[in-house]
């Protein structure tokens, strides 16, 4: 049973995109996120997450963000800080009829405020979906 929930856990990860050895960043971490995903991507990059006060470049960005959260337009932007160009920014958020439900119209809306491209939604947790935001093509090569 334990390695059918660890098969499970690793999915998780690569359905994220996560892969062995990446940098990944967690924002937005409360009491109520998911901590099987969270040791899912752990497992799979052989490391922990860097928090807030990290400063490196990361290949991946996992946002934790609620509807009492603040501007979303903010967090993405402070997300994109240390962001590599070909980086991911999953914005994770509670699923309709969750407690800090936020409805992907603000975040579509928020999205190329911030200067960023909107690509899937998956589940990623009984509780969570993820929304995957890239660097739009022109912007890349811009940067």
Request: cysteine-free; aromatic content about 4%; proline content about 3%.
């Amino acid at each position: 049973m334990v390695a059918a929930e660890d098969a499970g856990k690793i999915g998780v990860a690569e359905k994220l995109g996560i892969e062995s050895g990446m940098v990944v960043q967690e924002l937005g971490w409360d009491e109520d996120v998911d901590d099987a995903l969270r040791a899912s991507v752990e497992e799979r990059i052989g490391g922990d997450l860097l928090d807030e006060e990290a400063d490196e470049t990361v290949s991946v960005v996992l946002l934790w963000w609620r509807e009492d959260d603040g501007d979303l337009v903010d967090a993405l932007l402070e997300a994109t800080g240390v962001l590599a160009e070909d980086g991911v920014i999953w914005v994770l958020t509670p699923k309709t009829g969750r407690p800090g439900h936020v409805e992907p119209s603000d975040v579509a809306e928020a999205v190329p405020t911030a200067g960023l491209s909107q690509t899937s939604n998956i589940s990623v947790a009984d509780d969570w979906a993820g929304i995957r935001l890239v660097w739009p093509k022109s912007a890349k090569a811009k940067r």
